[in-house]
């Protein structure tokens, strides 16, 4: 069966609309990020890691509740390996004998009846939290650059190229936003650790495979209808790609949900990221990466 066979959407009337939702949604995301700042991971700000191995399986979600008091804080805790084995990280500012002593006491007194052993220790000195922040970020912006490079040398258009950048910056800033404002509520860690710079990135990838699909049909359509007014022959390349994306969009949003749902604690961030990339990038590509191109282009043409 095919979904939305014949289409006829309008797309280019609903993008003041996109315009307004777009917005809030950027300046919520940006005010979140400024007023809260982004919540880093041990891997951005340095800190301490403890594998403990259990004679029995735990539950994670006890061991964090029963860590947050004597740590300060929330630590980050993850099953490693098996049911019994946990990875635990902290940014405690002790040092790391009198943070690993904590650890174990309230350990003891969780689970009287299950021993564990500290099996590995590690210290994530600030140095190099520093330098994989920055060079995370680096990761971001030169994808972002090859890009723009890559969709101006195939389109041949700067304004190609300034939609597709601004739909990645619209989806990347709207995921962190939601992350930042949101973290503190979650009953899963939201902090940005290494496996969200890889959903993030994978959002880009995702995103601009749609955007791309948008735009290749924008191009064939302005040579196959050349009497087509531009707005008219814009929006029937955004319904003739509506069934390829939706479905495509509902197919990968149902794999990474059961991800999600089965994955474990350890890839819960990672794959409720790319669940809000999957959403967020299906509606950039079919809002606010055409509209910023006919804008564009339509200012061009009025220049």
């Known amino acids: 069966m095919r979904w939305f066979e014949t289409p006829d959407f309008n797309f280019l009337k ?3 609309i996109a315009y307004v939702v777009s917005g809030i949604l950027l300046v919520a995301s940006i005010i979140g990020i400024v007023t809260k ?4 991971g041990i891997d951005f700000k340095g800190g301490k890691e403890f594998v403990l191995e259990f004679e029995q399986p735990v539950e994670v979600l006890d061991i964090r509740s029963e860590l947050t008091g004597p740590l300060g804080g929330a630590p980050e805790v993850k099953l490693f390996g098996s049911p019994s084995d946990v990875l ?4 405690d500012p002790g040092n790391i004998t009198e943070v690993q002593n904590t650890i174990t006491q309230a350990m003891a007194q969780l689970y009287p009846d299950n021993s564990a052993d500290v099996i590995k220790t590690d210290i994530v000195g600030p140095r190099f939290a520093e330098d ?3 060079g995370a970020l680096n990761a971001i912006i030169f994808a972002l650059i090859v890009i723009f490079i890559y969709i101006l040398i195939r389109f041949k258009d700067w304004t190609f190229s ?5 739909a990645l910056f619209h989806d990347v800033m709207i995921v962190l936003g939601i992350f930042t404002i949101f973290g503190d509520l979650a009953p899963f860690s939201m902090q940005i650790d290494q496996a969200i710079i890889a959903a993030f990135l994978t959002i880009v990838g995702y995103s601009l495979n749609d955007t791309v699909v948008v735009f290749d049909r924008i191009r064939e359509n ?3 209808f050349k009497t087509m007014e531009h707005d008219e022959m814009v929006n029937k390349s955004l319904n003739d790609t509506l069934s390829r994306t939706v479905i495509t969009s ?3 949003l149902f ?7 089965f994955g474990g604690e350890v890839l819960k961030g990672f794959s409720f990221a790319l669940m809000l990339g999957v959403v967020i990038g299906t509606y950039s590509s079919l809002f606010v990466a055409s509209s910023t191109v006919v804008e564009l282009q339509r200012r061009r043409q009025n220049a």
């Not at 700042?37 to 880093?40: F, K, S, V």
């Not at 635990?88 to 940014?91: A, L, V, Y």
């Not at 794999?255 to 749902?261: A, D, G, K, Q, Y």
């Open 222 to 224: 302005s040579t196959l």
């Open 162 to 166: 300034a939609g597709a950048v601004a």
């Open 132 to 134: 994989l922040k920055a």
């Open 88 to 91: 635990i990280r902290t940014d």
């Open 14 to 16: 609903a993008h003041k």
């Open 255 to 261: 794999v990474v949900t059961v991800l999600f749902i």
């Open 250 to 252: 509902i197919t990968t």
């Open 37 to 40: 700042g982004l919540q880093y």
